[in-house]
């Protein structure tokens, strides 16, 4: 649906209020592949510019490692960009000492960040000081576990959709690709870390019986 003026203008208005409205706490909505990241990183550069407060009190946080590193990344640039462009001498300095500390700030995974403060505060939290994150390697073994009970319940079930699936794998199963199971417990971590992927998930419809029988009749045909 092409969007109309009046939208086009709402969103303009919302954007504006992202990056310059910096009085106030903002919860923002946005469906796949707004840029919303963009408008986060906008919000931060005039944050610092400003001087309300310094990068070391600065936490962005997101979902993947991927999409963490791709988040520091363009906040680096824009704030290179905005030191360019800063308006005064005081806006230049501000985004020269955030750049000069961005190390500092809290950008990275959920996961890190609780990692971080629970290393932080052990003893409030009562845990054990000497804390490693292990929030990955621990999640592979519950997957696989979570994985392997499903699968068991949708062929139980009479899944066909799955049982086409293991049996294409088991065809081109080699020593590289690994075993049936392995291959969709790959294919699910994958898709765990593409969660956030700023494109909607889209499913091709296809008639799968008449396909079927427009081979058989190609196949006569050529007998």
Known sequence: ??????????????????????????????SAGNRQDQELVARIVSVLASGATTIDHIVAVTFTNKAAGELKLRLRQELDRARETAATA???????????HLEEASVGTIHSFCAQILRERPVEAIVDP?????????????????????????????????????????????????????????????????????EPWRQVPFDRDHQIDQTDRAGEADR
């Open 90 to 100: 005081r806006e230049r300095l501000n985004i020269e000492n955030a750049l000069e």
């Open 130 to 198: 000497a804390l490693r994150g292990a929030f990955r390697a621990a999640s592979r073994p519950h997957l696989r576990t979570r994985l392997r009970a499903w699968i068991q319940k949708k062929l139980a079930d009479g899944t066909p959709a799955l049982r086409r699936a293991l049996v294409r794998l088991a065809w081109r199963d080699s020593f590289d690709s690994g075993s049936p199971i392995d291959q969709l417990q790959y294919a699910a971590w994958k898709l765990i870390e593409w969660r956030d992927h700023p």
């Open 1 to 30: 649906m092409t969007p109309t003026l009046e939208t086009q203008l709402d969103d303009k208005l919302a954007r504006q209020r992202i990056r310059n409205s910096l009085a106030e706490s903002l919860l923002v909505e946005a």
